[in-house]
Protein backbone atom coordinates (compact mmCIF):
# COMPACT_ATOMS: atom_id res chain seq x y z
CA UNK A 1 0.00 0.00 0.00
CA UNK A 2 1.23 3.14 -0.80
CA UNK A 3 -0.01 6.64 0.34
CA UNK A 4 0.57 10.11 -1.79
CA UNK A 5 0.41 13.49 -0.51
CA UNK A 6 0.63 16.73 -2.30
CA UNK A 7 1.63 20.24 -1.58
CA UNK A 8 2.82 23.47 -2.78
CA UNK A 9 -0.34 24.61 -4.80
CA UNK A 10 -1.65 27.90 -4.10
CA UNK A 11 -2.86 31.25 -5.98
CA UNK A 12 -0.24 32.45 -8.66
CA UNK A 13 0.05 35.41 -11.32
CA UNK A 14 -0.10 34.34 -14.89
CA UNK A 15 4.07 34.48 -15.64
CA UNK A 16 4.59 33.38 -11.79
CA UNK A 17 6.18 29.89 -10.61
CA UNK A 18 4.90 27.05 -8.60
CA UNK A 19 6.60 23.76 -7.10
CA UNK A 20 4.90 21.17 -6.54
CA UNK A 21 5.71 18.31 -3.92
CA UNK A 22 4.02 14.54 -3.52
CA UNK A 23 5.47 12.64 -0.54
CA UNK A 24 5.22 8.75 -0.93
CA UNK A 25 4.98 6.36 1.73
CA UNK A 26 5.93 2.73 1.91
CA UNK A 27 8.26 0.37 0.10
CA UNK A 28 10.19 0.50 -3.15
CA UNK A 29 9.51 4.16 -4.45
CA UNK A 30 11.89 3.94 -6.88
CA UNK A 31 10.58 0.96 -8.77
CA UNK A 32 7.43 3.51 -9.75
CA UNK A 33 6.79 5.23 -12.60
CA UNK A 34 5.39 8.72 -10.91
CA UNK A 35 3.36 11.06 -12.89
CA UNK A 36 1.04 14.66 -12.34
CA UNK A 37 -2.26 14.45 -14.00
CA UNK A 38 -4.36 17.71 -13.91
CA UNK A 39 -8.60 18.64 -13.91
CA UNK A 40 -9.85 22.07 -14.96
CA UNK A 41 -13.26 22.41 -14.15
CA UNK A 42 -15.45 21.06 -17.21
CA UNK A 43 -12.40 19.38 -18.48
CA UNK A 44 -11.42 15.22 -19.33
CA UNK A 45 -8.44 14.74 -16.68
CA UNK A 46 -4.95 15.36 -18.75
CA UNK A 47 -1.60 14.06 -17.95
CA UNK A 48 0.98 16.78 -17.71
CA UNK A 49 4.54 15.07 -16.81
CA UNK A 50 5.73 11.57 -16.11
CA UNK A 51 9.15 10.21 -14.59
CA UNK A 52 10.29 6.42 -15.21
CA UNK A 53 11.83 4.32 -12.41
CA UNK A 54 15.06 5.16 -15.03
CA UNK A 55 14.72 8.78 -14.41
CA UNK A 56 13.27 9.43 -18.01
CA UNK A 57 10.61 12.05 -18.76
CA UNK A 58 7.90 13.26 -21.14
CA UNK A 59 5.48 16.01 -20.75
CA UNK A 60 2.66 16.97 -22.45
CA UNK A 61 3.01 19.69 -25.42
CA UNK A 62 1.37 22.14 -23.48
CA UNK A 63 3.64 22.24 -20.66
CA UNK A 64 6.73 21.71 -22.57
CA UNK A 65 9.85 23.97 -21.79
CA UNK A 66 8.13 25.32 -19.01
CA UNK A 67 7.33 22.68 -16.46
CA UNK A 68 10.26 20.00 -15.02
CA UNK A 69 9.43 16.92 -13.01
CA UNK A 70 12.09 15.39 -11.11
CA UNK A 71 12.17 12.47 -8.15
CA UNK A 72 14.45 12.00 -5.02
CA UNK A 73 13.95 8.32 -4.56
CA UNK A 74 15.85 9.18 -1.35
CA UNK A 75 13.22 11.05 -0.05
CA UNK A 76 10.28 9.70 -1.98
CA UNK A 77 9.56 12.52 -3.51
CA UNK A 78 8.11 13.51 -6.33
CA UNK A 79 8.10 17.35 -7.62
CA UNK A 80 7.13 19.57 -10.22
CA UNK A 81 8.05 22.57 -10.94
CA UNK A 82 6.01 24.70 -13.12
CA UNK A 83 7.21 28.20 -14.52
CA UNK A 84 6.03 30.38 -16.63
CA UNK A 85 2.23 29.70 -15.93
CA UNK A 86 -0.55 30.85 -17.96
CA UNK A 87 -4.20 30.97 -16.86
CA UNK A 88 -5.23 27.62 -18.78
CA UNK A 89 -2.71 25.66 -15.76
CA UNK A 90 -5.32 26.26 -13.37
CA UNK A 91 -7.04 22.92 -12.07
CA UNK A 92 -6.21 20.74 -9.35
CA UNK A 93 -2.87 18.82 -10.20
CA UNK A 94 -2.44 15.39 -8.86
CA UNK A 95 0.12 12.81 -8.08
CA UNK A 96 -0.04 9.41 -9.32
CA UNK A 97 2.34 6.29 -8.72
CA UNK A 98 1.85 2.95 -11.03
CA UNK A 99 4.15 -0.34 -11.47
CA UNK A 100 4.19 -0.52 -14.97
CA UNK A 101 6.68 1.51 -16.80
CA UNK A 102 5.38 4.57 -17.68
CA UNK A 103 2.07 6.48 -16.72
CA UNK A 104 -0.50 6.51 -19.46
CA UNK A 105 -2.57 9.34 -20.49
CA UNK A 106 -5.77 7.38 -19.89
CA UNK A 107 -4.87 7.05 -15.79
CA UNK A 108 -5.86 3.22 -16.47
CA UNK A 109 -2.38 1.68 -15.12
CA UNK A 110 -2.28 4.12 -12.36
CA UNK A 111 -2.13 2.13 -8.67
CA UNK A 112 -2.66 5.17 -6.51
CA UNK A 113 -3.41 8.42 -6.65
CA UNK A 114 -3.06 11.33 -4.00
CA UNK A 115 -5.49 13.79 -3.25
CA UNK A 116 -5.16 16.49 -4.87
CA UNK A 117 -3.79 20.33 -5.15
CA UNK A 118 -5.50 23.22 -6.50
CA UNK A 119 -3.52 26.06 -8.39
CA UNK A 120 -4.80 28.75 -9.52
CA UNK A 121 -3.18 31.08 -12.26
CA UNK A 122 -5.02 34.97 -12.57
CA UNK A 123 -4.53 37.08 -15.53
Known amino acids: QR ?3 ESGGGLVQAGGSLR ?3 AASGRDFRLNAMGWYRQA ?9 TVTSGGSTNYADSVKGRFTISRDNAKN ?8 LKPEDTG ?8 NYYCQASGLSIDYWGQG ?6 S
Open 92 to 99: VYYCAATG
Open 77 to 84: TVYLQMNS
Open 41 to 49: PGKQRELVA
Open 3 to 5: QLV
Open 117 to 122: TQVTVS
Open 20 to 22: LSC
